[in-house]
C-alpha cells in the first residue's frame, strides 16, 4: 500500500476490537481503538482517521448517533464510515445508510469481506476528494477580474454537479455492471427482500445524478444563451475620452 491509512475500530467487545485491530496491522494499516460513542467521538476529533469502523450497538452514544454527529460536523462529515452489527435485518442496514454511512458490515466478521470492504470504501473517499479538487482548480477565479453573476452561477452548478458525482460514488459499491447483471437477476423468481432493496437504493441514487446531470446542463445552457444575447457594453463618455 503506497499509504498507511489510520483506522479507528470501534467497539465495546474487546475480543471484537482485538480481532479487527489485528486484520487491519496485518495488512498495513494503522488502527486505533474506541470502546464507547463518546470515546470514539474523542478519537476522531484527536487523530483523524480515515476510516471508522463503527458498531451499532455502543454504551453512552449509539453508533446510529455517532454517524449523526460527525456527518453534522463540517470537519467529518465527508470521514466514511462502515457499520458493524450483529444484526442483518433491512431495517438496520437502511438505518446505518440513512444516517450516512458509507458501507455495513454483518459479525461475525468474514476476514476477505472486510478487507475488500475497506479498500472500496478507501477508494471511494479518494475519488471524491479527487474530483472536488479537480472542479475546485477548475473554478478558480481569473485575478485579473471579479467574476460576474453569471460566472458565480455556473461555479454553483459544477459544485452542484461534484456533490451529486461524489454522492453517487459514496452510494454504490459495485461498477455499473454489476448493478446490470444485478438488475438482470432481479427478474427471476424468489429474489430476496434485501437483494431488492439493495438494487433499489443504487439506481435512487443513479436516478439523482441523473437529475442533477440534466438541471447543471440547463444552467450551462441558459447561461449560454444569456451570453450569447447580451448586446456589447458601450463605452461610457470617460471610456472613448482621449
Do not use: W
Not at 66 to 79: D, G, I, S, W
Not at 175 to 190: A, N, R, S, T
Not at 208 to 237: Q, V
Amino acid at each position: 500500500m503506497a499509504k498507511s491509512y489510520r483506522v479507528l475500530v470501534a467497539d465495546d467487545d474487546l475480543d471484537h476490537v482485538t480481532i479487527v485491530r489485528a486484520i487491519l496491522e496485518q495488512n498495513g494499516y494503522e488502527a486505533l481503538e474506541a470502546f464507547n460513542g463518546e470515546e470514539t467521538l474523542e478519537q476522531v476529533e484527536k487523530h483523524h482517521p480515515d476510516l471508522l469502523l463503527l458498531d451499532i450497538m455502543m454504551p453512552k452514544i449509539d453508533g446510529l448517533e455517532v454517524v449523526r454527529r460527525l456527518k453534522e460536523n463540517p470537519a467529518t462529515r465527508n470521514l466514511p464510515v462502515i457499520m458493524f452489527s450483529a444484526k442483518s435485518g433491512t431495517r438496520e442496514i437502511i438505518e446505518s445508510f440513512n444516517f450516512g454511512a458509507s458501507n455495513y458490515l454483518i459479525k461475525p466478521i468474514d476476514t476477505p469481506k472486510l478487507l475488500q470492504k475497506i479498500k472500496a470504501t478507501l477508494r471511494k473517499e479518494e475519488d471524491r476528494v479527487a474530483l472536488e479538487k479537480r472542479y475546485k482548480s477548475a473554478q478558480e477565479p481569473d485575478p485579473r477580474k471579479l467574476p460576474s453573476r453569471q460566472e458565480r452561477e455556473l461555479r454553483e452548478h459544477r459544485t452542484q454537479l461534484a456533490n451529486s458525482v461524489s454522492q453517487f460514488l459514496a452510494a454504490t459499491d459495485l461498477p455499473l455492471e454489476v448493478l446490470h447483471k444485478e438488475l438482470f437477476q432481479l427478474g427471476g423468481m424468489g429474489s430476496a427482500e434485501r437483494d431488492v432493496r439493495a438494487v433499489a437504493k443504487k439506481l435512487e441514487a443513479l436516478s439523482t445524478l441523473c437529475a442533477e446531470l440534466r438541471d447543471f446542463l440547463a444552467g450551462l445552457e441558459e447561461t449560454a444563451d444569456s451570453t450569447e444575447d447580451s448586446p456589447p457594453k458601450a463605452k461610457s463618455s470617460a471610456e472613448g475620452a482621449p
